[in-house]
């Protein structure tokens, strides 16, 4: 592409000095038409990089809150349906602490386990808070609860 003042610079020089002429104009306006060019890409970088990285915590955070509370209804179902069963001499929340002791690995921090029981059904609920990767930042509070129907034998 060339502009109009060129071609009437280049008319009017001889052969050689047109060369010449395009080489120097050439030389003088390519470093800093680059220069622009990566200064822009540097600060395009200087705002994208740290958004990705923040993103990407938020993609992680997001991940841990997701099986802390899986976790903490997995507890919870186990240690209801332990209870449930019949004839069944288990606590449910030994249970519960004994299944989240087994596979929460301190995804699940700060939990507490309670159990009630009535005629037909056993209801445990797990509370507690996810792991926070940035320590200041804290995760919604986590509450699972399962009510599961006590078995009975019928004849």
Same mark, same amino acid.
């Given at each position: 592409?060339?502009?109009?003042?060129?071609?009437?610079?280049?008319?009017?020089?001889?052969?050689?000095?047109?060369?010449?002429?395009?080489?120097?104009?050439?030389?003088?306006?390519?470093?800093?038409?680059?220069?622009?060019?990566?200064?822009?890409?540097?600060?395009?970088?200087?705002?994208?990089?740290?958004?990705?990285?923040?993103?990407?915590?938020?993609?992680?955070?997001?991940?841990?809150?997701?099986?802390?509370?899986?976790?903490?209804?997995?507890?919870?179902?186990?240690?209801?349906?332990?209870?449930?069963?019949?004839?069944?001499?288990?606590? @449910?929340? !030994? *249970? #519960?602490?004994?299944?989240? &002791? +087994? %596979?929460?690995?301190?995804?699940? $921090? @700060?939990? !507490? *386990? #309670?159990?009630?029981?009535? &005629? +037909? %059904?056993?209801?445990?609920?797990? $509370?507690?808070?996810?792991?926070?990767?940035?320590?200041?930042?804290?995760?919604?509070?986590?509450?699972?609860?399962?009510?599961?129907?006590?078995?009975?034998?019928?004849?």
């Amino acid at each position: 592409m060339t502009l109009g003042w060129r071609k009437t610079l280049r008319s009017s020089m001889p052969a050689s000095s047109q060369d010449a002429a395009s080489a120097i104009q050439l030389r003088s306006s390519a470093p800093s038409w680059r220069r622009r060019l990566e200064q822009g890409k540097v600060t395009e970088s200087a705002i994208i990089f740290p958004l990705t990285i923040g993103l990407l915590f938020v993609i992680i955070q997001a991940g841990i809150w997701g099986y802390a509370r899986s976790l903490a209804a997995y507890s919870a179902r186990e240690g209801a349906t332990a209870e449930a069963s019949y004839q069944s001499t288990q606590s @449910s929340e !030994t *249970v #519960t602490r004994a299944a989240l &002791a +087994d %596979s929460a690995h301190g995804v699940l $921090r @700060s939990y !507490t *386990v #309670t159990s009630t029981h009535s &005629a +037909d %059904s056993v209801t445990v609920t797990v $509370r507690g808070h996810a792991l926070s990767l940035m320590s200041p930042l804290e995760m919604p509070f986590i509450e699972q609860t399962v009510t599961v129907p006590v078995e009975d034998y019928v004849p």
